[in-house]
């Protein structure tokens, strides 16, 4: 009877006495780092508080950057990390001491040193002075850089926030402006905002600081903008909360001032993309001359001096497998950098489900057992006759996934292009044949799957502005957003028809408007039409007139589209430049390996032939070695210069693998086909 009443009467229950009750040792080890961090603040804490006014600006730093901790408690942390990693420092300095002298032992120069009679002591200690001097370098190298970096660490978050805020800024503007003119007054536009964060990011988080500020500290809308004003890190987002303030005060017109904004905001950013351009234009013109003619003119001299005697090859071999991939990568990196605009992946907007994604099965005794059994069953058969039907429909959606198929049959190619080469007499020239192809494996699913999901984007975005006017022009004769979209479905509307078909029927099935909208936009997967849902729901939700509402994200979507083809025009020039460089590149090559290099290695072998002693400095000279130096160099050109011509011309390294793939192509076919 006791044994019964001691089972365990739940799951928890169960658990808790089968083993180890992992979050309670959690908790208590959360519990005990808290107070260990403590440590620092009660020894420091008051002198802290004393010289508060010199860490005004780490303090402004923790408030920009939302890090929910007083200066006084982050400077403590800091000084107990940086503790810890000196004493990790010190560990690593007395085992690199131990190695050093009594392993490797201590260079000659330092053995031999001599002094002063009065100071010759000195020698009978040089190993625990070196020790010393080790152990005492890397303990405060070790915690010197860690107290600098938490130092810097609110900085940092402040500068990212800045610029996600200054990215967001243009288009939370247009949103508001369209809520404005749907009928909502400030507070609620302001709430509205808040609650998209998935579209507009940091703007949201500093609008909602706003509303806390209301909600919770009891401030009116004028202190609370003021509030926000002072602590953002955007000095945008402070311009336009100081001048709504100015406008609220004054009684001036909401909706007037939201548009002369966003008018602003289109002119700054019509001005920001002239003067990018007109920069990646000089960063064309920099890579062409750096890293395309500049290795050329190297390549020439050196093998001009290798031909005279004189030993070029590490040279060589740096500008070809150094120089030209770090160099690339850096100008990618930078222009990346540079790039205004949305950057990564596009927010998926939240969908309320009626069913959780994971359910676990009752116990077998529960009446509603085998009812959710079945339910998972048949949830399951669907699964999988979904992944039947379209199997790449995941690497369609996100093509950088098919590296996870194309990356592990590229290097079991290459194991096996190994193996089979050792028992080959030229095993270098028979596996850079099998490194190309490797590239090919990796390179052309990848570039044939984004470049279809970037067209099918391409065609989508070019549709967006006139369904949305259409869908203005319906709503404003009276005609609910619901029934405009069934017009819509009916009706033929190039290449949305089919997804607009589908959103009708999800509210067909019994959706609402708004879901079956979020729907739509999760399925699509741009920032254009992320924004253009999140308005138009948002409006929906407040009011049924959503015509104007619908007129702004029109005019939005087509701004950002003139704006994206105002680059690709631009920048099509240095796309050809690029080409047309990587051409002269491999061409002059080319004619170097194939006819000076050829004529001097006949030359040398003629003289060495004859016996005469002329041809002695060309005796070294093997013209196999440079031609495959220079089939190596055709091929780091071909994909760098690819992926920087798709960097430049469409913003995405992705866009630059057809590109790689392209010039790859035409330097493996000149050196396979007229050289090697």
Known sequence: MDDMNNEPRTKEEAE???????????????????????IPFIILGENMRDNEEKYIGLQKSLKQARIGKSYEMYLSNTIFYSIVAGIVGALFGLIIAFILISIIGLPEKITSLTFDPSVAWILDYKELIIGGIIFIFLSLSFAGVVYVLFLLYP????????????????????????????????????????????????????????LRDMEYFGNDLRIALHNSSELTPSKNFQDLMYNLLTVIDSGGDIPFYFRDKAEVYAQRAKFEQKGFLETLALIAESYVTAFVAGPLFIIIMGVMMSVMGSDTMIMLQAIVYMMLPVGSFMFIFMIGIMTPGATGEPPILPVHKLFPDKVELPPADDPDYERIKALLKSRSTLAFKQVLKNPLKSIKEKPITVLAITGPIAIIFLILSMLQGLSTPNFIDFIDDRIVYA?????????????????????????????????????????????????????????????????????????????????????????????????????????GEVGEVLMIAANDALFEQDLNRERSVNMLIYIVIIYISFAVFIGVVYVISTTFLTEMSNAADQMEASGMQGGGFMQAFDLNVFNRLFFHAAVVQGVCSGLIAGVMGEGSLLSGMKHATVMLTLGYLLFTIAVL
């Open 16 to 38: 808790s006495k089968k083993g180890f009750d992992f979050d309670a040792v959690s908790h208590k080890m959360q519990f005990l780092l808290h107070k260990i961090l403590m």
């Open 155 to 210: 900085a940092i978050i402040v500068g990212e926030r800045k610029g996600n805020i200054d990215r967001n800024l243009p288009p939370a503007v247009s949103f508001m402006f369209a809520m404005s003119r749907s009928g909502m007054n400030v507070i609620e536009i302001l709430k509205a905002v808040s609650e998209s964060r998935f579209t507009y990011g940091e703007v949201s988080k500093e609008v909602d600081v706003i």
């Open 439 to 543: 590239i090919y494996i990796i390179m052309v699913p990848l570039a044939i799957f984004h470049e279809s999901k970037m067209f099918k984007e391409r065609k989508i975005q070019g549709a967006i502005p006139d369904f949305l006017k259409k869908l203005a022009s319906t709503n404003q004769t009276g005609m609910a957003l619901r029934d405009s979209i069934g017009l819509m479905a009916r009706s033929k509307i190039g290449y949305l028809s089919q997804h607009i078909r589908t959103v009708w029927k999800d509210m067909d099935w019994g959706l609402d408007v708004n879901t079956s909208l979020y729907r739509f936009s999760n399925r699509i997967r741009t920032h254009t039409v992320v924004r253009a849902i999140t308005l138009i729901s948002k409006a929906n939700s407040s009011s």
